[in-house]
């Protein structure tokens, strides 16, 4: 079984690499997809009214998370091995109404949402086809929590 999890990995990255997902097709580093492809496997859990966020070690940890603690946790991924990239928060629009969410632009133009799987590249990615940026990552908060260990 768990060669076939590894398989249907690797098959979903080289398919990313190759296709890309979302809105139009993005051809990713090999790195970029293999990050995207972890954030992508974290069980996503629904935190409503916690507005708590984990630390990419505790959501490497716990492997769970919401939008912002997927995003936090793929965009720290990219900054290890030097990719310039933020989390980007904004709202989505969905059949069943809006919703806040969380996405990592990397470089300029290329989005990255490991809770949706959507990639996409943009020259506007403060307004997408159903997302609308709202702000932009602040490091300091969470520069401040890794710095006290968590």
Not at 8 to 34: D, E, N, Q, W
Request: with cysteine; net charge negative; hydrophobic share 40%.
């Amino acid at each position: 079984m768990n060669l076939v999890k590894q398989w249907i990995g690797l098959s979903y990255t080289a398919l990313l690499l190759l296709c890309g997902s979302g809105c139009s097709s993005v051809k990713l580093a090999m790195p970029v997809a293999r990050f995207f492809q972890t954030a992508r496997e974290i069980q996503y859990k629904d935190r409503s009214g916690a507005d708590i966020w984990q630390t990419p070690k505790e959501t490497a940890a716990r492997h769970t998370g919401n939008c912002v603690d997927k995003a936090i946790y793929l965009n720290e991924l990219l900054a290890q091995d030097g990719y310039e990239s933020k989390v980007a928060f904004g709202i989505v629009r969905r059949p069943n109404g809006d919703s806040g969410h969380a996405w990592v632009v990397l470089g300029e133009d290329i989005i990255l949402d490991p809770t949706d799987g959507w990639v996409t590249q943009t020259d506007n990615w403060v307004y997408l086809e159903n997302r609308f940026l709202v702000n932009e990552f602040n490091e300091g908060y969470m520069l401040a929590r890794v710095e006290n260990g968590e």
